[in-house]
């Protein structure tokens, strides 16, 4: 199992600019989530989807849309880059167990806006 | 909503020593509090985490303490070694799980 996987890894955008951050999991695993790290300020929710069909806000959704392409797929889409936006960004995936209710994060696309 | 305070922000301590890492949170709703660890360059990983029915786990050398009362819990690692270094975070969250909110990280240094 890859777990979950993120493209591309490194970016560069000029302010203005768009692309689309993708995510996907072979976990099958109901929720999904973006993060954003910047140095000294942990992990920021973006925004959340509970099960297929379904987003929700998070902390810092500003700037940023979401689309729950199927089960596997969560993209993270940026429409018009700002250097606010430079940050590293974590997709990841949880199912709700037992016991925990572990969230697995991929590897993270590393952002620069210029 | 929900605010997670982490200190201290950087811990420096000698192999064999315990290292001990505060969390507060603002959110009396809040009921699931996990811990996750990030190497450097790496992606974060589960480490422990603890429900708010229980006031304490412990797995091998880590252990997670939850005061409700007081809002507060705490990470704790004994017998520290060089591979402890790495930033942790620790996090809250209510209801369904899903939308956690996390603390600003404490970077571990364990010098041999």
């Known amino acids: 199992n890859a777990g979950v996987t993120q493209t591309p890894k490194f970016q560069v955008l000029k302010t203005g600019q768009s692309m689309t951050l993708q995510c996907a999991q072979d976990m099958n695993h109901n929720s999904m989530y973006w993060y954003r790290q910047d140095p000294g300020m942990g992990l920021r929710l973006i925004y959340y989807?509970?099960?297929?069909?379904?987003?929700d806000k998070g902390e810092v959704p500003n700037g940023y849309n979401v689309s729950r392409l199927n089960k596997r797929e969560f993209s993270l889409r940026l429409e018009s880059a700002a250097p606010s936006q430079t940050s590293v960004y974590f997709c990841?995936?949880?199912?709700?167990?037992?016991?925990?209710?572990?969230?697995?994060f991929g590897p993270g696309t590393r952002l620069t806006v210029t | 909503g929900e605010n997670v305070e982490q200190h201290p922000s950087t811990l420096s301590v000698q192999e064999g020593d315990s290292a001990v890492i505060k969390c507060t949170y603002s959110?009396?709703?809040?009921?699931?509090f996990p811990w996750y660890k990030q190497e450097l360059g790496k992606r974060p990983q589960l480490i422990i985490d603890?429900?708010?029915?229980?006031g304490e786990k412990k797995d091998q050398r880590i252990a997670v303490t939850l005061n409700k009362t007081a809002k507060h819990f705490s990470l704790h690692i004994t017998e520290t070694q060089p591979e402890d270094s790495a930033v942790y975070f620790c996090?809250?969250?209510?209801?369904?799980?899903?939308?956690?909110?996390f603390g600003t990280g404490t970077r571990l240094l364990v010098s041999p």
């Open positions: 996090a809250a969250s209510r209801g369904g799980f899903q939308k956690l909110v």
């Open positions: 990841a995936s949880s199912e709700r167990g037992i016991s925990s209710y572990e969230q697995y």
């Open positions: 959110d009396s709703a809040s009921n699931y």
């Open positions: 989807s509970a099960s297929e069909g379904t987003t």
């Open positions: 603890i429900r708010s029915n229980v």
